[in-house]
T-cell receptor
């Protein structure tokens, strides 16, 4: 089955710790995205990547980092510099080009211990 | 900066009612507007509207784009409890290979039996 897999579903971060959220897609999509969702806030773009080995900051990139070494993988690291990391994190991918419908994974809920 | 505003932010109706959700936008060089439904976790794609496709319909759901008023509506007729969800509106600007979507805060729809 083609789709986007995010792991883990739930993650707890200790003070001062970096944590990495995984996102894998087997849709052969070129573009991948990370969003943060807070209650009543909709989706806010953290980072996006249109091709392998290239990525751009979104609207709220501070305290986060990403890599895109493979087409199918786009991990997000929440660093200790992100002072308010508790949120629901969604990964998406799209084929790009004219259509660019984004398809989403099931999300990772990150909480601070 | 692109802007998407959805209204109302929340809505409670009874099964069988018809609802209209609104989305207004300000975006440079508009390319497309997308509607998503988010029940528990992953937003799922509903419709994409463009200048060449300003009206879409699927079953009890329909959507119209008003390019003059810079807005869109999502109609749901004969609502069911399974329609309870957050409905997200997003817009994409044109220009080159810009794949970014800007999301509104969403409308939380609750359908009571």
């Amino acid at each position: 089955d083609g789709g986007i897999t995010q792991s883990p579903k739930y993650l707890f971060r200790k003070e001062g710790q970096n944590v990495t959220l995984s996102c894998e897609q087997n849709l052969n999509h070129d573009a991948m995205y990370w969003y943060r969702q807070d209650p009543g806030q909709g989706l806010r773009l953290i980072y996006y990547s249109q091709i392998v080995n290239d990525f751009q900051k979104g609207d709220i990139a501070e305290g986060y980092s990403v890599s895109r070494e493979k087409k199918e993988s786009f991990p997000l690291t929440v660093t200790s510099a992100q002072k308010n990391p508790t949120a629901f994190y969604l990964c998406a991918s799209s084929i790009g080009g004219q259509i660019n419908i984004q398809y989403f994974g099931a999300g990772t809920r990150l909480s601070v211990l | 900066e692109d802007k998407v505003v959805q209204s109302p932010l929340s809505l409670v109706v009874h099964e069988g009612d018809t609802v209209t959700l609104n989305c207004s936008y300000e975006v440079t060089n508009f390319r497309s507007l997308l509607w998503y439904k988010q029940e528990k976790k992953a937003p799922t794609f509903l419709f994409m509207l463009t200048s060449s496709g300003i009206e879409k319909k699927s079953g009890r759901l329909s959507s119209i784009l008003d390019k003059k008023e810079l807005s869109s509506i999502l109609n749901i007729t004969a609502t069911q409890t399974g329609d309870s969800a957050i409905y997200l509106c997003a817009v994409r600007r044109g220009g080159g290979s810009n794949y970014k979507l800007t999301f509104g805060k969403g409308t939380l729809l609750t359908v009571n039996p």
